[in-house]
Structures are given as structure tokens and as C-alpha cells.
Nanobody
Framework: VQLQASGGGLVQAGGSLRLSCAASGRINNINDVTWHRQAPGKQREMVASLTSSGITNSADSEKGRFTISRDNAKKTVYLEMNSLKPEDTAVYYC?????????WGQGTQVTVSS
């Protein structure tokens, strides 16, 4: 199972980005999906998650600004990020569960300038 994250980049505060995470390899079903991020000098933290039954969860600081979604047919997970702030600057990682374990992508850099 391989995960390829894309869509990161440099954006001004208040701007938007849409991250994508495409899964490939021998995958029958993707269950839960999530986005995490890690800023320099900080621990990795959960940004948003989405279960196979459609239940979403997100960190308080991202509620109302970030939206996680999925396209099961394309085996792709998305993170729509709006009203970005400089403190959102981090490497964003996507994760999916299949075959009873979590799989992680390599991360995509998001930089928000003030």
C-alpha cells in the first residue's frame, strides 16, 4: 500500500489549499482515514479524521476551517483547508486503515505566510 500526498505549497494567510492523498497498491477496502500534521519542533497532531461510516472528527482549532472527505472509487482522501493561518504551517500526512493497520504517506509541506 502506497500513499501519495499532494497539494501543499506556499499560501498567504487567509488563503485556501486542497490536499489530496491517493492510495495505490493491493487495496480492497479503505476504512478510516485521517490527516495529521507536524510543525517544526512540535509533536505530530491529528487534524481531521473520517471513519468508514462517515463520522468525522477534527481538532478544535480546525473546526469550521478544514474539511476532510474521501472518494472511495478513486481511493483518494482530501483535506480542504480554508482561512489558513501562519500557525497551520506544517508537514501534513495522510493515513488510511486497511488490512487491519494504519498506512502513512510521505507528507506534503504547507507554508502559510503572514
Amino acid at each position: 500500500v502506497q500513499l501519495q500526498a499532494s497539494g501543499g505549497g506556499l499560501v498567504q494567510a487567509g488563503g485556501s489549499l486542497r490536499l489530496s492523498c491517493a492510495a495505490s497498491g493491493r487495496i480492497n477496502n479503505i476504512n478510516d482515514v485521517t490527516w495529521h500534521r507536524q510543525a517544526p519542533g512540535k509533536q505530530r497532531e491529528m487534524v481531521a479524521s473520517l471513519t468508514s461510516s462517515g463520522i468525522t472528527n477534527s481538532a478544535d482549532s480546525e473546526k469550521g476551517r478544514f474539511t476532510i472527505s474521501r472518494d472511495n472509487a478513486k481511493k483518494t482522501v482530501y483535506l480542504e483547508m480554508n482561512s489558513l493561518k501562519p500557525e497551520d504551517t506544517a508537514v501534513y500526512y495522510c493515513g488510511v486503515t486497511t488490512y487491519g493497520r494504519w498506512w502513512w504517506g510521505q507528507g506534503t509541506q504547507v507554508t502559510v505566510s503572514s
